[in-house]
């Protein structure tokens, strides 16, 4: 079964600066790897989606990457804004499954 | 475009009682699921659907059904609520059941079983 890990779970960062948010799995056979944005007691906002054949994507401040063979994805956030403070979460999906597995988040704080 | 509505926003149940959480999507979205998050635990599939008429069981779906008699609609049952069924139940949507798709989530609903 897919296993999803990040970490850390809480990260605090003073306005300005640039993140990175890990994310890693155990099965490298997936077919895609999403980033999504929980903001407390609301549903969840893709960011970004990656095709296991693509190593990144971008959207404005946000680039996330992806590297099947070591089992990792990352979320680069570029200068860092208080507006940016939300739980950030990413999921895979396995070739072949129905679902995605989640990892359990990231909360970033960014101070201003 | 609404995108993906739930409905109730929040609801508390007693044991043993039974309700139907409301789904629904304006996208045309041909899949449809039903996840439950909880605390220190990624989100989880119950259950999916991949057209209307057509559901399948997902990773946790004791204590759960679901009907799918139209594109749009998605309800969730809790058959006769227990407390481990208190969670935020999330439901999601995309343009195929093929893995290549983005899916879209809906705000949740807030269930307490006591």
């Known amino acids: 079964k897919q296993e999803v890990t990040q970490i850390p779970a809480a990260l605090s960062v003073p306005e300005g600066e640039n993140l990175v948010l890990n994310c890693s799995f155990t099965?490298?056979?997936?077919?895609?790897l999403q980033w999504f944005r929980q903001d407390p007691g609301k549903g969840l906002t893709s960011l970004l989606l990656?095709?296991?054949?693509?190593r990144e994507q971008t959207s404005g401040r946000l680039n996330a990457s992806l590297d099947k063979s070591s089992g990792r994805s990352t979320l680069y956030i570029a200068a860092s804004q208080p507006g940016d403070s939300a739980t950030y979460l990413c999921?895979?999906?396995?070739?072949?499954?129905?679902?995605?597995?989640f990892g359990t988040g990231t909360r970033l704080t960014v101070i201003p | 475009n609404a995108g993906v509505t739930q409905t109730p926003k929040f609801q508390v149940l007693k044991t043993g009682q039974s309700m139907t959480l409301q789904c629904a999507q304006d996208?045309?979205?041909?899949?449809m699921s039903w996840y439950r998050q909880d605390p220190g635990m990624g989100l989880r599939l119950i259950h999916y659907?991949?057209?209307?008429?057509?559901?399948d069981q997902g990773e946790v779906p004791n204590g759960y059904n679901v009907s799918r008699s139209t594109t749009e609609d998605f309800p969730l049952r809790l058959l006769s609520a227990a407390p481990s069924q208190t969670s935020v139940y999330f439901c999601?949507?995309?343009?195929?059941?093929?893995?290549?798709?983005?899916?879209?989530f809906g705000p949740g609903t807030r269930l307490t079983v006591t």
């Open positions: 999601a949507s995309s343009y195929s059941r093929w893995d290549s798709y983005e899916q879209y």
């Open positions: 099965d490298s056979a997936i077919y895609n």
């Open positions: 990656i095709q296991s054949s693509q």
């Open positions: 999921a895979a999906r396995v070739t072949g499954a129905n679902n995605l597995f």
């Open positions: 996208m045309n979205h041909e899949y």
């Open positions: 659907s991949v057209g209307a008429g057509i559901t």
